[in-house]
């Protein structure tokens, strides 16, 4: 049986379930056209998340393939993820 790391050396972080890249994708998606600063900040705050430590996190962001965007810098990086991710 293998042990888990002391809690401080693997801290907790916020996790959006499902990732906030692809909420904001998908409304994106819906509304036709692009998210203003407003609607994509009251998206992540109304969105799912929970704390699970930091590798577990990073187990789920390869198993899914790509890491979602850093909520506290959500506008910011959903422009940059945008731009990769949606077709105009």
Avoid: H
Wanted: with cysteine.
């Amino acid at each position: 049986m293998s042990q888990s790391p002391p809690a401080d050396s693997d801290p907790l972080c916020l996790v959006f379930i499902p990732a906030l890249v692809a909420i904001l994708l998908n409304a994106e998606r819906k509304k036709g056209e692009p998210l203003t600063e407003a609607e994509v900040l009251a998206l992540r705050d109304a969105a799912a998340c929970m704390a699970m430590p930091a590798s577990q996190a990073a187990m789920l962001a390869a198993t899914r393939g790509y890491s979602d965007i850093v909520a506290e810098d959500a506008w910011n990086e959903w422009r940059r993820a945008r731009v990769e991710l949606v077709q105009e």
